[in-house]
Nanobody, 121 residues
Framework: QVQLVESGGGLVQPGGSLRLSCTAS????????MGWYRQAPGTQRELVAM???????NYADSVKGRFTISRDNAKNTVYLQMNSLKPEDTAVYYC???????????????WGQGTQVTVSS
């Protein structure tokens, strides 16, 4: 019923920038929040940033001051602007949406398939 489509991943040099996008589509009734998680090989998935549809955002300490999350409510889209990228940012980035579908009276989490971000010289 819900699909999250991600774009914007790729290879960048340290200090460079990338902008990730994620659009939710399907039988969506309401979005509570969307965000980005990442997972490097051998590590657990961690929250990078999230934003509520009311505009409240939070970030992992490791990305504060470098990453900016934003959303377009009308497009069911969340963005992650990543600046001053470091090799430690290398990971698969997963889009997450906390939303209600039309047929269900509660919020649930949905995931994108992930997009690779590699920061290397």
């Amino acid at each position: 019923q819900v699909q999250l489509v991600e774009s914007g991943g790729g290879l960048v040099q340290p200090g460079g920038s990338l902008r990730l996008s994620c659009t939710a589509s399907g039988s969506i009734f309401s979005i509570n929040a969307m965000g980005w998680y990442r997972q490097a090989p051998g590590t657990q998935r961690e929250l990078v940033a999230m934003i509520t549809w009311g505009g409240i955002s939070n970030y992992a300490d490791s990305v504060k001051g470098r990453f900016t999350i934003s959303r377009d409510n009308a497009k069911n889209t969340v963005y992650l602007q990543m600046n001053s990228l470091k090799p430690e940012d290398t990971a698969v980035y997963y889009c997450n949406a906390n939303l209600r579908v039309i047929s269900t009276p509660f919020f649930n989490n949905y995931w994108g398939q992930g997009t690779q971000v590699t920061v290397s010289s």
